[in-house]
Nanobody, 124 residues
Framework: QVQLAESGGGLVQAGGSLRLSCAAS????????MGWFRQAPGKEREFVAH????????IYADSVKGRFTISRDNAKNTVYLQMNSLAPEDTAVYYC?????????????????WGQGTQVTVSS
């Protein structure tokens, strides 16, 4: 069982940066690959970024590639999402999720555990 708690969201102007954190409970965090997703009002939850259990492989949605960076610190049971050059279209609730698989996973239904989400609002 893994419990996830996101933090770091807020209101930022376009072009600004935010760093989201996702703290995980449990002693087996290092066995889980982690993902970030987001959901804007009236839209489906969409994949943002994924990092495998050792942190050696990352993958990003095309819409955030070059602007967002996912990383993890297994000693701290935490995964991060550094978001730079934010734009109004990045406004959404951001969720972290965990999956106990080695393969890259980009579809929400395949993840086992979810956090409650943190709101990111980017003003123009």
């Amino acid at each position: 069982q893994v419990q996830l708690a996101e933090s770091g969201g807020g209101l930022v102007q376009a072009g600004g940066s935010l760093r989201l954190s996702c703290a995980a409970s449990g002693r087996t965090f290092s066995r889980y690959s982690m993902g970030w997703f987001r959901q804007a009002p009236g839209k489906e939850r969409e994949f943002v970024a994924h990092i495998n259990w050792l942190g050696g492989r990352t993958i990003y949605a095309d819409s955030v590639k070059g602007r967002f960076t996912i990383s993890r610190d297994n000693a701290k049971n935490t995964v991060y999402l550094q978001m730079n050059s934010l734009a109004p279209e990045d406004t959404a609730v951001y969720y972290c999720a965990a999956v106990q698989r080695l393969a890259v996973v980009t579809t929400p239904n395949e993840y086992d555990y979810w956090g409650q989400g943190t709101q990111v609002t980017v003003s123009s």
